[in-house]
């Protein structure tokens, strides 16, 4: 990118959905664990099953750019409260950098954007799940603030 370029923060359409996808699809690895050898196209289509579980509830999409070029998305939930308090939380489903563009700060910046729609409509917490073995997201998350509220274990059978 160049230096020159600004990275801008914008709500997110429709007509960003391709891009959504395309990108998801493309990094969507990312999150498999040691602990579960797959396919990649079943990565993909969960990735896509996910989108369409977001896309049928109250959501927001959020989208990083430079002018006219998509960097990076972030996909919220509204209305998934925390499952032991039901108290109101923002809920990132998902979020990914185009690869060439990872590690500048967009993925600080998708963040922020969130926390800033999630103050917005009144929702207390940004919660997310992340895979243990997601380096770059870790620590992306750590910086930004989030710490580890619960642990989703798994034995393989
Ligand atoms: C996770 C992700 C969104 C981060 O986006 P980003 O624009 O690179 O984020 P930032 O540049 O703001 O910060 C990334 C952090 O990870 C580090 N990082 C980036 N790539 C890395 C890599 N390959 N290995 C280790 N650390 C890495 C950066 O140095 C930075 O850490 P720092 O602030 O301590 O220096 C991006 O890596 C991505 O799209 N990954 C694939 C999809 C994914 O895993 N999504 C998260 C699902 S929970």
Redesign the pocket.
């Known amino acids: 990118m160049d230096a020159a370029e600004q990275i801008a923060i914008r709500r997110g359409t429709v007509a960003d959905r391709a891009f959504v996808r395309d990108l998801g699809k493309r990094?969507a690895a990312?999150?498999i664990s040691a602990l579960r050898p797959v396919a990649l196209v079943s990565v993909e289509d969960a990735f896509e099953r996910l989108t369409h579980f977001v896309y049928a509830r109250r959501h927001e999409l959020v989208i990083a750019h430079a002018g006219e070029r998509r960097l990076?998305f972030l996909l919220l939930l509204l209305d998934l409260p925390d499952e032991v308090t039901n108290g109101d939380q923002a809920f990132v489903a998902?979020?990914?950098?185009v690869p060439e563009?990872?590690?500048?700060?967009?993925?600080?910046a998708l963040i922020a954007g969130a926390e800033d729609l999630a103050r917005a409509f009144g929702l207390p917490y940004l919660s997310?799940m992340?895979?243990e073995d997601?380096?770059?997201?870790q620590?992306?998350y750590a910086?930004a603030g989030l710490v580890t509220e619960r642990r989703m274990l798994t034995k393989p059978l």
Do not use: F, K
């Open positions: 990094v990312t999150s990076g998902y979020m990914a950098v563009e990872q590690g500048r700060g967009i993925g600080a997310l992340v895979t997601n380096v770059a997201a620590r992306l910086r």
